[in-house]
């Protein structure tokens, strides 16, 4: 992939300008999410003092997803993505104060707390495939890997920066303030919105169908690409099993190591570290496109490192093995997300985000569950390591299974061409 000349490879994106502006608008609010993250693990502890319902409110967070997420994909392919963002992040902003106003006026109510998740669920659910699909629009097909990387590294740099601040805010001033701030922050990405040229509207070929019609021939074309299918699979298998950050580590800081606030706080800050370095990487090594063994290192370092973490638990431990798996996630993610992108196409390309996002996340009330119920049952080390063990094997028979379909059908291919020759 030729690079522009005068153009930085590693941030060729950021010369875009409605990316940049995209870009420095999520640099304030994604702080303020993340600080919100911790904030809402740590009162849900305080409230009941259990890993099971705080997998619920997880449950409830990431429910919405299966339910409204291939609707997210539908709209984001009929509606201008910018203007859904703005009204998805702005029920953001006004739910993330609600929780702040509950929590300060001392009225704040466990049952309150799982609403308040499930309606930021369904927001999300509404939002991510919009902004998933609407990067391309920004930054175009030729920055697309670079445009993915530098946002996860903006993402989980500021999971290294929200955390920390979150457990000297929750020290210094309460839960309360995690909230506030976080509504305050939205304001930041909501200007840079609105500033942005481009709509993200798709052109369609295909007529307007039904929301049902639609959804099913996304499906067929799915099936009938394994450069789709198969990534998908993986990141279905992945997220359902090793990807359960939310419930494990803030369960294993308080419960497990009997450690507070601010030690969570940096536990999570070494896996945003770790991830942060993952999506530099990528946006490193972007100018080559996505590759698969990117794939499979990324699934090596997020599921090893958890394994290594239930077999042998330890405060200075975690820090070094939630860094490796930070740094497997985005490489694991990202690529998925830039192969999944590259190979639909643009009439397709919502629907198509919104099972990413459906995959990604939407598996995240099962395996946040099973997490739950694991740590509850046994401990939570041996959550972390059955569940990665379980992904490493599911993810091994997937890629064996990708390599064969794609070795089938390149002979395929060079049969028809001898064919062709032949009559020639």
């Known amino acids: 992939m030729a690079v522009e000349k005068g153009v930085f490879a590693p941030i060729a994106a950021l010369y875009h300008r409605d990316y940049r502006l995209y870009w420095t608008g999520q640099l304030i609010s994604v702080t303020g999410t993340w600080m919100q993250q911790v904030g809402l693990a740590w009162l849900v502890l305080e409230l009941t003092h259990s890993a099971l319902l705080l997998g619920v409110v997880g449950a ?7 339910l409204f997420s291939l609707l997210g994909g539908t709209l984001a392919d009929r509606v201008s993505k910018r203007r859904l963002i703005i009204f998805t992040q702005a029920g953001m902003m006004a739910t993330a104060l609600a929780l702040g106003l509950l929590v300060l006026t001392g009225l704040v109510q466990y049952w309150q707390v799982v609403v308040c998740a499930f309606v930021l669920g369904t927001l999300n659910a509404l939002d991510a495939p919009a902004r998933q699909s609407f990067i391309i629009d920004l930054a175009g097909r030729d920055h697309l890997m670079n445009a993915i990387a530098l946002h996860s590294s903006l993402f989980n740099g500021a999971r290294v920066v929200g955390p920390a601040i979150a457990g000297v805010v929750i020290a210094c001033w309460g839960i309360e303030a995690c909230f506030l701030i976080n509504a305050a922050s939205f304001v930041a990405v909501l200007v840079q919105l609105l500033r942005i040229r ?6 369609r070929t295909e007529t307007e169908k039904s929301f ?13 690409n394994p450069t ?4 998908l699979l993986l990141l279905a298998q992945i997220s359902l ?6 419930v494990l580590v803030p369960a294993f800081a308080r419960l497990t190591l009997g450690r507070g ?8 800050s070494a896996q945003g570290l770790g991830a942060m370095l993952g999506g530099l990487t990528l946006a490193w090594l972007s100018n080559s496109g996505p590759r698969r063994r990117f794939i499979i290192m990324g699934i090596i370092g997020l599921c090893g490192a958890q394994i290594l973490l239930g077999c042998w638990p330890g405060y200075h431990r975690a820090l070094w093995l939630l860094f490796i798996a930070g740094w ?7 690529t998925v997300n830039t192969t999944v992108q590259l190979a639909a196409s643009d009439e397709f390309r919502g629907r198509v985000m919104s099972l990413f996002v459906l995959f990604f996340m939407g598996t995240s009330p099962f395996g946040n569950f099973l997490s739950g119920v694991l740590a509850d049952s046994f401990s ?6 059955v569940g990665s063990s379980v992904a490493i094997l599911l993810a091994t028979g997937t890629i064996y299974q990708w390599q064969r379909v794609e070795k089938r059908r390149g002979a395929s291919v060079r049969a028809g061409q001898e064919l062709t020759e032949g009559c020639g």
């Open 212 to 224: 049902w019609a639609e959804t099913r021939a996304a499906f067929s074309y799915i099936r009938g």
């Open 241 to 246: 099993f090793a990807i359960n950050f939310s």
């Open 198 to 203: 481009a709509e993200g509207i798709t052109k």
């Open 60 to 66: 409830a967070n990431f429910g919405p997803i299966l």
């Open 380 to 385: 939570i080390p041996v959550a972390f390591a």
């Open 328 to 334: 497997g996630m985005v490489a694991f993610g990202g």
């Open 228 to 231: 789709i299918f198969f990534p």
């Open 261 to 268: 606030a601010q030690d969570f706080g940096f536990l999570l």
